[in-house]
């Protein structure tokens, strides 16, 4: 469930931000970092998903048009 962990990144991030300020800055740029690559990495794998299937597809309704 990696929307659930996103949710999970943002409400520390947010935590820490109310309650540490300035003292966790270092890590709160770590953190939202991180939660950066995993969303770009989430969008990749989305895009290829949808590639692959909209190839798939593509071939079989191109078969389906040429048996007809």
Do not use: C, P
């Not at 989430?42 to 078969?63: C, I, P, Q, W, Y």
């Amino acid at each position: 469930m990696v929307g659930g962990h996103v949710l999970d990144w943002q409400a520390l991030i947010i935590a820490a931000r109310t309650a540490g300020g300035s003292a966790y800055q270092k890590a709160i740029e770590e953190l939202d970092i991180e939660l950066t690559k995993v969303v770009e990495d989430f969008d990749r794998a989305v895009n290829v998903e949808a590639l692959r299937r909209t190839k798939e597809t593509g071939e079989h309704a191109l078969s389906q048009s040429l048996e007809s």
